[in-house]
């Protein structure tokens, strides 16, 4: 294969992830979301398009979402990166997680990760004012089982439990 | 996806140089563009020269009232900027309209200009692309071109620019400062992207190896009462259709000033002199921008699919006028 004519430097890098420092060796072309699943075992990301359309890879990088599929990993060596995994403290779920629960916000669960990221930065940002804001700013995430509805009351729930 | 070396610049000469010293180097800024086609093959670089550790993030006010705009800001960070939003709303209405939040925190303005169009076929190496392979043919012209241009095509391309914040600046004069190995110089944003003629390879007037450093946007009465309008297939995250941007000064019930562009519709960011000349001098009704909308679309050619955004261009185009002008004429 084309791929392997020319195979590249393993490069060493540090990833900070979920508040803890992991040491990788990895070729350049590796994406951040392949890192965080495939060499970090952190699978709670998914990945659907790999194309930064559906938003189920959707990270906090230094506490804002991005898609993980079109960010490198070695271009992200100096940043805070959250992943789904890093929201509960400990047993507890993290209110967006209970609320997605709550209104029943998914049903295959694949975008849901995705989407729950979306949704706490999406409060965070302030971008959650009022249902049809919310959808606008919830858009990057897609959902084929369509559970947006149920998706759409968890964030509210979550931004008026706030205040 | 091909393997690269990488590395990471410091200062703006050094990328510069990094780049001009391996002709399969590029920049890379938030990547949204060049991983997505690398990740299908339509790019392989060498090597990818780093550009996040520059200091080029800033958005800062310029002496009169106009505002600059750092290459390596976010789209996110800019939409919502108060200089950008009080002096130029449409460029903060094109952000926002533009692909989705995720991808706005990562996609920076010097990236944004610089994005590749959407034409299936460009991502499909199985397919004949005159863009991606000169000389081997265009397969849109006969096969699926609903998307594609009417306006500055060729019989070599017939390739939408995609992007939205460009079609905003262009309208309301953006001036790009470039760092190129031979120092700076700054190019008048109408002036960066080329029509596709016989070589849709090239697409702007700047070598691999000139640096984005920023983009400057004048202060303008027409500009802080800008409007950008998007039409679209579904009502979020997704390409245009059609869109306008339109900047109106009106005194005294006559328009002093007036700027046009459109996007969508040409295979550039596409300004129309000839419908800001219409403009000037009339009172802001429905027949002068009506007339305005059928100049700004003179000498279009509609494809198989896609002669219907001919008639949608115009619409779009007199309701953004009308936007402008604070509302329905
Ligand atoms: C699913 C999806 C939907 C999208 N929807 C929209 C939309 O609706 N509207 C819209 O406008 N855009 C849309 N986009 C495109 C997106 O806005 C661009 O990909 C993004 O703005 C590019 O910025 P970047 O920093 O990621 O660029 P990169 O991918 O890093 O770079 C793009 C190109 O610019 C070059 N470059 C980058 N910075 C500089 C610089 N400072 N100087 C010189 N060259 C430079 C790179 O070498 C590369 O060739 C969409 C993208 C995706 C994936
Ligand atoms: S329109 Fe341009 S980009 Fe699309 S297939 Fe034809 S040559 Fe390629
Ligand atoms: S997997 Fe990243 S956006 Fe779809
Ligand atoms: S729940 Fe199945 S994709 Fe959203």
């Known amino acids: 294969m084309a791929e392997q004519e020319n195979p590249a430097e393993l490069v060493d890098l540090k990833l900070r992830v979920n508040g803890v420092t992991r040491s990788l060796r990895l070729e350049p072309r590796v994406s951040l979301l392949d890192a965080l699943r495939e060499h970090l075992g952190l699978t709670g990301t998914k990945k659907g398009c790999n194309q930064g359309a559906c938003g189920a890879c959707t990270v906090h990088v230094n ?37 997605f629960i709550d209104h029943e916000g998914l049903q295959c669960g694949y975008c849901t990760p995705g989407q729950i990221m979306s949704g706490v930065a999406c409060v965070r940002e302030g971008h959650a004012q009022s249902d049809a804001q919310t959808r606008e700013w919830m858009s990057g995430n897609v959902c084929r089982c369509g559970c947006y509805n149920g998706i759409v009351e968890a964030v509210r729930s979550v931004r008026e439990a706030q205040g | 996806m091909r393997n690269f070396a990488y590395e990471a610049a410091r200062m703006p000469g050094d990328a510069v140089m990094a780049v001009a010293q391996d002709t399969g180097a590029r920049f890379i800024a938030g990547g949204t563009t060049l991983v997505d086609l690398m990740r299908v ?59 989705s939040p995720q991808l706005r925190n990562k996609a920076s303005i010097g990236g944004n200009l610089l994005q590749r169009t959407r034409c299936p076929y460009f991502r499909d190496l199985a397919l004949p692309c005159n863009k991606r392979e000169p000389g081997t043919g265009c397969s849109a012209i006969g096969g699926e071109n609903k998307m594609q241009a009417v306006l500055g095509t060729s019989d070599s391309c017939i390739a939408t620019y995609a992007g939205d914040m460009a079609v905003a600046m262009v309208a309301l004069d953006a001036v790009v400062r470039v760092r190129g190995p031979r120092g700076d110089r700054t190019v008048n944003l109408v002036d960066l992207h080329v029509v596709p003629g016989d070589t849709p390879q090239r697409e702007t007037v700047l070598a691999p190896e000139d640096l984005i450093l920023a983009v400057d946007l004048p202060a303008a009465p027409h500009a802080a009462r800008s409007h950008y309008l998007k039409v679209r297939d579904r009502a979020s995250y997704e390409f245009a259709v059609t869109s306008a941007a339109t900047g109106l000064d009106v005194q005294g019930g006559r328009i002093r000033a007036a700027r046009v562009a459109l996007g969508g519709v040409g295979t550039k960011p596409w300004r129309s002199p000839e419908a800001e000349a219409l403009l000037v001098g009339q009172a802001p009704t429905r027949e002068a921008f009506g007339a305005a909308a059928q100049a700004a679309l003179r000498g279009a050619r509609g494809y198989s699919q896609n002669a219907f955004k001919i008639p949608l261009a115009q619409r779009t185009l007199i309701r953004a006028l009308e936007l402008a002008a604070g509302g329905p004429a």
């Not at chain 2, 093959?41 to 060498?46: F, H, I, W, Y």
């Not at chain 2, 900027?81 to 533009?98: E, M």
């Open chain 2, 41 to 99: 093959n339509v790019e392989a670089p060498s090597k990818l020269v780093d550009i996040n550790g520059l200091p080029l993030k800033g958005i800062t006010a310029l002496p009169g009232g106009g505002v600059r705009i750092g290459a390596l800001a976010r789209m996110s960070e800019v939409a919502e900027h108060p200089l950008v939003v009080q002096g130029f709303p449409a460029v903060s209405q094109a952000l926002l309209a533009s692909a």
């Open chain 1, 63 to 99: 506490g804002v979402r991005i898609n993980s599929c079109l960010a490198l990993a070695i271009m992200h060596q100096q940043d805070d990166i959250t992943t789904i995994e890093g929201l509960a403290q400990g047993e507890a779920l993290h209110p967006m997680q209970q609320a």
